[in-house]
């Protein structure tokens, strides 16, 4: 008799080593801890929704939040090439960027990039010291690579319908990570650009660029009441340009030699490693959303 309890104990503790052998090479494949990516993913998910549907103008705050740890997990990862970002004129400037585009538009914000670039070199150069153009240009990018590219999302958010077409811009954006992690996990075997990011493959694109078609012409056919094409086209484009900003990404954190930008999400990295779709993604979905539907209602 006590030899029973003895076999489904160790039964138990080798179904247990099957079932983290399992999750280990599901996370393994995925470069990730996955529960805790899916966990973070779902929190951040709810408040965006709650923000964007409460009243628009309360996401205005949370963009503000994510671009400025953003920017601080930028000018932290570029110290390791020793540039020195002059933080103060950066963060304040940058911050002050997300404002004036949901209530100027894109002309203020055009004057604003560029009087904010103008204080980057002040400030830098009372500053004295050597080096001074490597601070800047770290400055520079800084602000175009976060709060430049999130300010079109405010002003996607400025319209009547404003909170929508953001959530439809988010929504593609996800569906392309979603469709390209399980397309890449499941088919992926043909590398796109091994030396910048060995997980992206062509499948994953294939399968992204199909999630995005889909999500973009139900979304906006169903949500704006506009042609289906239209989604269509956006969901194409955001793949595209979601690519481009992980790859983008990539190379910023190679050149440097981390492997995250932060570790503020756990299962995620840092804000920025999941700001760089949606950041490349944004200026695209305005022109497409901005210029095919300058007039469409909420649905």
Same mark, same amino acid.
């Given at each position: 008799?006590?030899?029973?309890?003895?076999?489904?104990?160790?039964?138990?503790?080798?179904?247990?080593?099957?079932?983290?052998?399992?999750?280990?090479?599901?996370?393994?494949?995925?470069?990730?801890?996955?529960?805790?990516?899916?966990?973070?993913?779902?929190?951040?998910?709810?408040?965006?929704?709650?923000?964007?549907?409460?009243?628009?103008?309360?996401?205005?705050?949370?963009?503000?939040?994510?671009?400025?740890?953003?920017?601080?997990?930028?000018?932290?990862?570029?110290?390791?090439?020793?540039?020195?970002?002059?933080?103060?004129?950066?963060?304040?400037?940058?911050?002050?960027? @997300?404002?004036?585009?949901?209530?100027?538009?894109?002309?203020? @914000?055009?004057?604003?990039?560029?009087?904010?670039?103008?204080?980057?070199?002040?400030?830098?150069?009372?500053?004295?010291?050597?080096?001074?153009?490597?601070?800047?240009?770290?400055?520079?990018?800084?602000?175009?690579?976060?709060?430049?590219?999130?300010?079109?999302?405010?002003?996607?958010?400025?319209?009547?319908?404003?909170?929508?077409?953001?959530?439809?811009?988010?929504?593609?954006?996800?569906?392309?990570?979603?469709?390209?992690?399980?397309?890449?996990?499941?088919?992926?075997?043909?590398?796109?650009?091994?030396?910048?990011?060995?997980?992206?493959?062509?499948?994953?694109?294939?399968?992204?660029?199909?999630?995005?078609?889909?999500?973009?012409?139900?979304?906006?056919?169903?949500?704006?009441?506009?042609?289906?094409?239209?989604?269509?086209?956006?969901?194409?484009?955001?793949?595209?340009?979601?690519?481009?900003?992980?790859?983008?990404?990539?190379?910023?954190?190679?050149?440097?030699?981390?492997?995250?930008?932060?570790?503020?999400?756990?299962?995620?990295?840092?804000?920025?490693?999941?700001?760089?779709?949606?950041?490349?993604?944004?200026?695209?979905?305005?022109?497409?959303?901005?210029?095919?539907?300058?007039?469409?209602?909420?649905?």
């Amino acid at each position: 008799m006590p030899s029973a309890p003895a076999g489904s104990a160790v039964e138990a503790r080798s179904a247990d080593a099957v079932r983290e052998a399992r999750r280990a090479r599901v996370n393994n494949r995925a470069g990730r801890n996955l529960g805790a990516a899916i966990s973070v993913g779902v929190g951040l998910g709810l408040l965006i929704v709650v923000s964007l549907f409460t009243r628009r103008e309360t996401f205005l705050p949370v963009v503000m939040v994510a671009v400025a740890i953003g920017m601080w997990e930028i000018a932290s990862a570029v110290r390791h090439q020793h540039v020195r970002v002059p933080l103060v004129p950066t963060l304040a400037g940058g911050l002050a960027l @997300l404002p004036i585009a949901f209530v100027g538009g894109p002309r203020s @914000l055009t004057l604003a990039f560029a009087l904010v670039c103008l204080a980057i070199i002040v400030w830098r150069a009372l500053d004295g010291g050597v080096h001074a153009l490597r601070d800047v240009s770290g400055g520079v990018l800084t602000v175009a690579y976060v709060p430049l590219l999130a300010a079109f999302c405010m002003m996607m958010l400025a319209p009547p319908d404003g909170h929508w077409r953001v959530f439809i811009f988010i929504l593609v954006t996800v569906c392309s990570d979603i469709g390209g992690y399980v397309a890449g996990v499941l088919f992926g075997k043909h590398p796109m650009a091994p030396s910048v990011s060995p997980k992206k493959s062509w499948e994953g694109f294939a399968g992204s660029a199909l999630t995005c078609m889909v999500a973009g012409s139900l979304s906006v056919h169903f949500i704006l009441h506009a042609d289906w094409w239209i989604g269509a086209l956006l969901g194409v484009a955001s793949a595209a340009t979601a690519t481009v900003g992980d790859f983008c990404e990539s190379v910023i954190k190679r050149d440097i030699g981390i492997k995250d930008m932060g570790h503020v999400l756990p299962g995620h990295g840092g804000i920025m490693d999941r700001l760089d779709s949606l950041l490349m993604v944004a200026p695209m979905a305005w022109v497409v959303l901005s210029y095919l539907l300058p007039g469409s209602a909420p649905g």
